[in-house]
Structures are given as C-alpha cells and as structure tokens.
C-alpha cells in the first residue's frame, strides 16, 4: 500500500508524480530505477505515465494508492493523468481517493465498468441505534429525543458522538 497526502502545491504534474513514485517506492512497488517524474513537457509527461503503468500493469500482486485530500487536486493535467494511469494499470493498481467532495475523475465511466466502489458520509455515520449502542458501551442511557438530538447535531459522525460522551464525563468504556 502506497500513501500520499494531496496537499495545494501538488498540483504541478512533477511534483505530484514525484510523491506517487517515492510512496510506492516505500511499499515495496517494483518500481524502475530510472523512473523519474521530473519530466517537463507534455510528450514526456505522457511517457513517463506509460512506464508506470507499464510497471504497475507487472505481474505481482496489486498495488493499492491512497490518494488522501484529493480535493486539493485542481490540476487537470494531474487529474488526467491518474486517470490515464487507473485505465492503463490494469489490475496492478487499486485506487483509494479521499475527498471532501466527488473527485473530479471520470467516476461515471468507472461506475459503469463495474470498477468503483463508493463510501460517502452518509454510508460512514451512525445510526440512532447505532448511537445508542456507542453510548451505552460508555455507561450512558439517553432518552430517545436527546439521542436522536444527538445523531443529528453530530451527523452520526463516530468522533462527535465520542466526544459527546467524554463531554458528558463517561470516558473511556469501562472507565470509573
């Protein structure tokens, strides 16, 4: 597994293309010693994104890429270019993108290929029942008003509702 944390001044292709490169270098990527994403011009930038997908698209087991805060991503050229790769590594390459919105990738061609799947916020908070059952791991019992209260100032988010409970002296499960 390979991870890169996006932030507003990767949005020029060396640099961005250079963070990829040195992360899948660290998880053990087989990646070739002369791949370098200092490249200038776009036939070059073209070139170098065929020999990583070329070295990705490798046998061996797949590599996963977490692209963290990839809304900072404004770039087209770079947003192109990981599509380009994620279209050309084949099953060599498994990509896992956060963002405080959609990316701006092609997700409909994704969708549609059966190749995407999506976790939103939604999909991630908890439940009133949920809620209940975190509450009561913490010796908490609330009436069915201030729970549902609860879940929807929070947003059924896990680090609201916990410190909701730590707010309300219970702390740790099993704390005294």
């Given at each position: 597994m390979a991870?890169?944390?996006?932030?507003?001044?990767?949005?020029?292709?060396?640099?961005?293309?250079s963070?990829?490169?040195?992360?899948?270098?660290?998880s053990g990527g087989a990646m070739p010693k002369a791949?370098?994403?200092t490249t200038r011009g776009r036939t070059a930038e073209h070139q170098f994104l065929l020999r990583l997908a070329s070295a990705l698209a490798a046998p061996g087991p797949p590599v996963t890429l977490v692209i963290d805060d990839f809304h900072l991503i404004t770039e087209p050229r770079v947003r192109n270019g990981l599509d380009f790769?994620?279209?050309n590594a084949g099953a060599g390459l498994r990509l896992a993108v956060a963002a405080?919105?959609?990316p701006?990738?092609?997700?409909h061609r994704y969708r549609l290929a059966g190749e995407l799947a999506e976790i939103r916020a939604g999909d991630l908070a908890f439940t009133v029942a949920e809620a209940g059952q975190l509450l009561a791991?913490?010796?908490c019992s609330l009436s069915a008003g201030s729970l549902d209260r609860l879940v929807r100032h929070t947003?059924?988010?896990?680090?609201?509702?916990r410190l909701a409970a730590i707010s309300l002296g219970l702390g740790a499960p099993g704390a005294p």
């Open positions: 991870w890169v944390t996006a932030d507003k001044y990767d949005n020029r292709p060396g640099v961005f293309w963070y990829v490169v040195a992360a899948l270098r660290r791949l370098s994403a790769l994620v279209r405080q919105a959609a701006l990738l092609p997700l791991r913490h010796g947003e059924g988010w896990a680090a609201g509702l």
